[in-house]
């Protein structure tokens, strides 16, 4: 288990840019999988982008163009790096570490994108 903690959250303008960051408590080399979901209220939790320990990258199709995910393994840190925001990009985001035997999830961090 990891434990995980978001931030770089707040309020910003559409088209504006933000930069996530989800810092591990441990080692991250090892883990397999590292992404970002997001939440928006109403909403179910849903993929936003992930990284493997590879570095290959997958990204919901509604951020593709605009969002780059990325790991600094010697930081044990993830990135979400946010451009061209649209207020539907407005959600809490949650970083995820994957694992053979299961996932631990981060508390959160909001972003809020003003029209």
């Known amino acids: 288990q990891v434990q995980l903690v978001e931030s770089g959250g707040g309020l910003v303008q559409a088209g504006g840019s933000l930069r996530l960051s989800c810092a591990a408590s441990?080692?991250?080399?090892?883990?397999?999988?590292m992404g970002w979901y997001r939440q928006a209220p109403g909403k179910q939790r849903e993929l936003v982008a992930t990284?493997?320990?590879?570095?290959?990258?997958k990204y919901a199709d509604s951020v593709k163009g605009r969002f780059t995910i990325s790991r600094d393994n010697a930081k044990n840190t993830v990135y979400l790096q946010m451009s061209s925001l649209k207020p539907e990009d407005t959600a809490v985001y949650y970083c995820n570490a994957a694992f053979s035997i299961g996932t631990d999830w981060g508390k959160g961090t909001l972003v809020t994108v003003s029209s």
């Open positions: 441990k080692s991250i080399f090892s883990i397999s999988t």
């Open positions: 990284i493997t320990r590879g570095g290959s990258t």
